[in-house]
């Protein structure tokens, strides 16, 4: 297998093409994807390729995007619809929850609904309260949807080809930061050139380890990485989980490294209140209990909004330097 280093951005790029040259039923639309290769490039020269009935720019308006995906999906395509900050996705709320991810289940099997929805949130790149919120909770009381978080190149190329080909609806959500943050550990990263699929509802161990299990996700694995970098400097060796899938989560990944640490930190952007990392933690601590020989730690964003500032953004978001006196505290 031939490896090559690209970023994020273009291992999602490379997706696209790919299922779209596979499969002409692949539609991709939303604001400024086509003509302007989408504000972050993700669609870069599609429009080029495949021309302006498979590549098309919508007004700004979230419910139309997506209402427009679920019918084009409903009518034999498999629409890829971008919504330019995970924030919006908020407007679309009732096609989403209501609609998309009841429609099989609703129809009695009878339909399917091959629709991804791509979006990213920019949590650390000081674009203000209003377009930084982590909402991937909030999603996941829709049974019948998948979401998906890539935190690398390879990953992101993987689940996105994945997303495109299931037959269920998928909330792909990437991280703006991994877009332009050079530092991050999932800026950049090898991908075959090869053709491959990496499975929804997977997990992957980023690092080995036996201290203490960190499991992370998106923009968090970079920092649980940068983490474990650290501690291994200290004597210590975290096992870092990237759960790269919340629905469905997979639950037997985490445990078996639990079991096998038994200690554990979760880590993601959302509140603390009701987020992915109480779910994990609750989890844990109803099927492994007896592993663990310390209470389960949660380090996510404060219970306020993302201030714009970038110092006091800073601040606010999860680090590398939070989860090392996290998992000191564990183990130490």
Do not use: W
């Amino acid at each position: 297998m031939s490896l090559r280093e690209i970023t994020y951005v273009e291992a999602l790029n490379e997706a696209l093409r790919e299922e779209m040259r596979r499969d002409s039923s692949v539609v991709v639309f939303g604001e400024e994807v086509a003509l302007a290769g989408g504000v972050y490039k993700v669609t870069k020269d599609l429009l080029k390729e495949f021309g302006p009935s498979r590549v098309m720019d919508t007004p700004i308006s979230e419910i139309a995007i997506v209402g427009a995906a679920i019918g084009a999906a409903l009518n034999g395509l498999r629409p890829v619809a971008e919504l330019m900050f995970f924030d919006f996705a908020g407007i679309a709320f009732d096609q989403i929850v209501t609609h998309a991810s009841k429609m099989r289940f609703t129809s009695g099997g009878q339909v399917k609904l091959p629709l991804v929805i791509r979006t990213q949130y920019s949590l650390g790149r000081s674009y203000g309260s209003q377009h930084t919120q982590f909402l991937a909770a909030s999603f996941m009381q829709a049974p019948g949807l998948k979401i998906v978080l890539p935190s690398t190149p390879y990953d992101a190329k993987g689940l996105l080809k994945s997303a495109i080909r299931d037959d269920d609806p998928v909330l792909f959500i990437e991280s703006g930061a991994l877009y332009v943050n050079k530092n991050y550990y999932g800026y950049k990263g090898h991908v075959p050139e090869e053709e491959y699929l990496v499975p929804i509802g997977k997990a992957d161990v980023k690092v080995e380890g036996e201290d203490a299990t960190v499991v992370a996700l998106s923009r968090t694995v970079s920092e649980a990485v940068a983490a474990a970098k650290q501690l291994n400097e200290l004597g210590l060796k975290p096992e870092v989980v990237d759960l790269r899938t919340i629905q469905p989560m997979d639950y037997e990944t985490v445990v078996r490294s639990v079991k096998k640490t038994n200690r554990l930190v979760v880590v993601e952007d959302s509140v603390k209140t009701c987020g992915v990392s109480a779910e994990v933690a609750a989890y844990v601590c109803e099927y492994a209990f007896d592993a663990l020989e310390s209470p389960v730690i949660r380090l996510n964003s404060p219970p306020m909004p993302a201030p714009q500032s970038q110092p006091l953004e800073r601040q606010y978001m999860v680090s590398a330097e939070k989860i090392v006196e996290a998992v000191k505290s564990l183990c130490l």
